[in-house]
């Protein structure tokens, strides 16, 4: 495994490509972190801390990746976010777009900003996000064949090099094909703890190994692209059964919207969904300076996610 550290419009769907989404726990097993410094066996690289973009080679492509990792003692496992990016944009419009890497230093928090199997701002699709997931405006999008959950693995044992790793609390999230693959890792993946999808949709959860999973959903009411019926009801819904709660929710206001939680969920399977009354397809409460992709006049989605993570998801 090569790994190289070198400093420092959106949507998806489609079909799984060969064993993609088979998850192998020989690959995912815990690195030593007790005992005295001489016998762990994570963060003894102790690489550089901030922002680094990084090169490895997974399921048979060279994949690139941004790496925050606030200040620290490389020896405490450290929670880890996942922020995968939609259709033609990067990890770096991600890490730009969200500001996670504001709240990274506030909770020490590792995070990972992938891009894509076409790389950065490519016309192609980033992810591998599952079957029959639910449609865009303009129809069924492009969909990546390669094997992302491979990528997980590689990323994160790279990471654990430099940083241990708390592996009890590992989260996907993302925007637009983002989203989707956050359904998807959702459904398929037993060591992500929970998920928070943004303006994304899911696919038919009837086959998920994961029995349930505790996910925060984000879309905007006035998304053009991916209509946030993929969210609410749809994707809530079917989240809402697949994890055993009930049919009732319980409401509350946020900045631009409404967070709803399904009433009667299990322990590690909640289910909430947040909606904002004329929003596009853009992640909300994003940088001022974020482009075309930030609506920053909403409640923050950054915020709200990690908030349910740590609420629901610890």
Known sequence: MAVALVGVIAAGCGSDAGSPGIYDASIDVAPVIDGPPDARTCGLRAGPRGKTLRTIDAGGLTRTYIVYLPA????TPMPLVF?????????????????YAALADDEKIALVFPDGQGGPNAAAAPWNVGTGVCSSTVGVPPNATGDDFAMLDAIKADLAEDQCLD???????GFSMGGYFSHHAACMRPDIRAVAPHSGGAHDLSACP?????????HGRADGLV????????????????????????????LGGTCERYDGCPVGGQVEVCTFTGMGHCWAGGAI??????????????????????????
């Open 83 to 99: 922020v995968h990016h939609g259709y033609s944009m990067s990890g770096q419009a991600m890490f730009d777009v969200t500001q």
């Open 227 to 254: 209509p946030a019926t993929c969210s609410d009801p749809s994707a809530a819904t079917a989240w809402a059964e697949h994890n055993g709660c009930a049919t009732t929710t319980t409401s509350r206001t946020v």
């Open 167 to 173: 592996a009890d609390h590992v989260y996907v999230t």
């Open 289 to 314: 300076t974020g482009g075309v992709y930030s609506c920053p006049a909403y409640a923050n989605a950054t915020q709200l996610a990690w908030q349910f993570f740590k609420t629901d998801a610890w």
């Open 72 to 75: 620290g003692d490389p020896g």
């Open 210 to 218: 994961n029995v349930k999973k505790p996910i925060i959903m984000f």
